[in-house]
């Protein structure tokens, strides 16, 4: 199907690329020209503004935003809305607050203007690995654009269902294939602050391990329990069978095996804001999120003092995300 992407960074432009490379037709925009010139060598349809990326696109239109949160996107949102029409679809696909989803729906609605949150999982591997994606919004627009989500996703990429969900009648069922419409509208983008939110827990439990095992040699402790250990060797060790397997895992073995001191990394880690509104959730709900709530806190220490488990946690941040600490 056709369909526009807006939005032409780390992400939106290899999404673009998997869609074309599946048969969609693509009509990208970027403030920066040159990344929309590169995509129309590509094959994508370019365009100078939003409202020729609208011009461009055929009834029922529906454009992907890939901005960064905040104004941007809402100012993308708004924008598009000015040159679209009633059965159009706006999807964004960026870090949204899921309350502005449910703000911005409402506003869109009076227009006949359908709205999807769409929580995109996947980094800079996306391209190859594919995105897991959380939609969330009307629920027919969502089933009109199930081409795109089903091309975006991972597929099952040989992991089977998992067992217990064998036998069960999923009708319509899709969270096998990494793509799921989890709800109205903030739904999608919920899904994806709590999962970022976990993120952080997983990635402050590995930095914290790594930083134990680096300093398992220090002076302070007795000389027959001191161990000079290869975590390197660690990492990759425990990739294949341990119970703590995963990809965060995975690039933080590449990470140690390509610079095993972390050297090149400052420890100074960022926060890109669905942490805290995690943590706001779980106050509104009176659920108690220790651990959640203390990796996000070390993020804010690490601007201060940097740790090794603050320069491994850098390592995983640019491994999935392409994120870079400030000066790089």
Not at 237 to 255: E, H, I, M, N, Q
């Amino acid at each position: 199907m056709q369909i526009a992407m807006v939005g032409l960074g780390r992400m939106g432009a290899n999404m673009a690329r998997r869609l074309m490379r599946n048969g969609h037709d693509c009509v990208v925009y970027d403030r920066n020209p040159e990344a929309v010139a590169q995509l129309v060598s590509e094959g994508a349809t370019g365009a100078a503004s939003l409202a020729e990326l609208a011009e461009k696109l055929v009834p029922p239109r529906a454009v992907w935003i890939m901005v960064p949160s905040g104004d941007i996107t809402e100012n993308a949102v708004m924008e598009l809305a000015a040159h679209f029409a009633a059965g159009d679809t706006i999807v964004d696909g960026g870090n949204s607050y899921f309350k502005d989803d449910v703000r911005r729906a409402k506003v869109l609605a009076e227009r006949g203007i359908r709205y999807l949150d769409a929580g995109t999982s996947g980094g800079v591997w996306g391209l190859e690995r594919g995105y897991c994606l959380m939609v969330g919004g009307d629920a027919d627009a969502a089933k009109r654009l199930e081409p795109v989500f089903r091309t975006l996703a991972p597929g099952m990429s040989g992991i089977p269902p998992s067992p217990g969900r064998a036998g069960k009648v999923i009708t319509g069922g899709s969270a096998e294939q990494g793509y799921l419409y989890c709800g109205p509208s903030g739904a999608g983008h919920f899904v994806k602050m709590v999962h970022n939110g976990i993120e952080y827990g997983l990635m402050q439990a590995y930095a914290e391990g790594f930083d134990i095992l680096k300093n398992a040699n220090t002076e302070s402790l007795p000389t027959d329990q001191r161990y000079d250990l290869d975590l390197a060797d660690i990492t990759e060790l425990w990739r294949p069978g341990s119970v703590v397997t995963s990809w965060l895992l995975d690039l933080s073995a590449d990470a140690l095996a390509r610079n095993p001191d972390l050297s090149n990394y400052s420890g100074f880690v960022q926060d890109s804001g669905e942490g805290r509104w995690t943590v706001q959730a779980a106050i509104d709900e009176a659920v108690p999120a220790e651990v959640l709530t203390a990796a996000l806190f070390a993020r804010f220490r690490s601007r201060q003092d940097h740790t090794f488990a603050e320069k491994a946690l850098s390592a995983m941040r640019q491994g999935f995300g392409g994120h870079v600490e400030p000066g790089q």
